[in-house]
């Protein structure tokens, strides 16, 4: 079956637009999450969901970032209000299980956001 | 929170071994360890998970002391396109998953 994809690719904004980024886990998987990636740095965890479950969103930077996931399937990131800190890549990955540290996350290609 | 840490950048040389050290000192009873590779561009692509001793797989071995306070990712004979950077991931019971800052692994000819 197909990997993770994530659209678009590459997103060009305005300052001050909103923006959404969408994610289609694995067929299957349960649990869904989001990462920030700056360029030359490490991921930054933003949020997760495991199922039809509430998220967790304490990793989200401002009330600016909100994320769902819907019929525990396919997940959109929305950005309000974007920030020229906020260009960054986006990463999204799903796995089996809840149990994080135990099962592979496969990873999208991400998406590219440029604020300008 | 179980944090990680490894060392930012490693050079090596094509067929030589590398062995790269991730810390983790509170790790907890439950976590698993992973290590993770990434490409320029790309999202990370996991590489092997271990919960202790140790672990080997077609492309690396991962020893874990009884403590389990370290890890370290072993890449037998590395190559050109071995050159990336390396996470590693501690699953914790938290909300929050831990990667490391990365070491970003350079093999030269």
């Known amino acids: 079956g197909a990997g993770v994809s994530q659209s678009p690719s590459n997103k060009v904004t305005e300052k001050g637009k909103d923006v959404e980024l969408r994610c289609d886990p694995i067929s299957g998987h349960t649990a869904l999450y989001w990462y920030r990636q700056s360029l030359g740095q490490g991921l930054e965890f933003l949020i997760y969901f495991q199922g039809n479950s509430a998220p967790d969103k304490s990793g989200l930077p401002s009330d600016r970032f909100s994320a769902e996931r819907t019929g525990g399937s396919v997940s959109t990131l929305t950005i309000q209000r974007t920030q020229q800190e906020d260009s960054a890549v986006y990463l999204c990955?799903?796995?089996?299980?809840?149990?994080?540290?135990?099962?592979?996350?496969?990873f999208g290609p991400g998406t590219r956001l440029t604020v300008t | 929170l179980a944090k990680t840490t490894q060392p930012i950048s490693m050079d090596s040389y094509e067929g030589q071994e590398v062995n790269i050290t991730c810390s983790h000192n509170?790790?907890?009873?439950?976590?698993?360890i992973t290590w993770y590779q990434q490409f320029p561009s790309q999202g990370p692509r996991f590489i092997i998970q271990?919960?202790?001793t140790k672990v080997t797989n077609e492309v690396a071995s991962l020893f874990i002391p009884a403590d389990r306070k370290s890890s370290t990712l072993s890449l037998p004979r590395v190559s050109l396109s071995d050159t990336a950077v390396y996470y590693c991931l501690v699953g914790g019971s938290t909300d929050k998953l831990i990667f490391g800052t990365g070491t970003r692994l350079q093999v030269f000819p």
């Open positions: 509170n790790i907890a009873t439950n976590d698993y």
């Open positions: 990955a799903s796995s089996l299980t809840l149990l994080r540290g135990q099962y592979e996350q496969y």
């Open positions: 271990g919960y202790k």
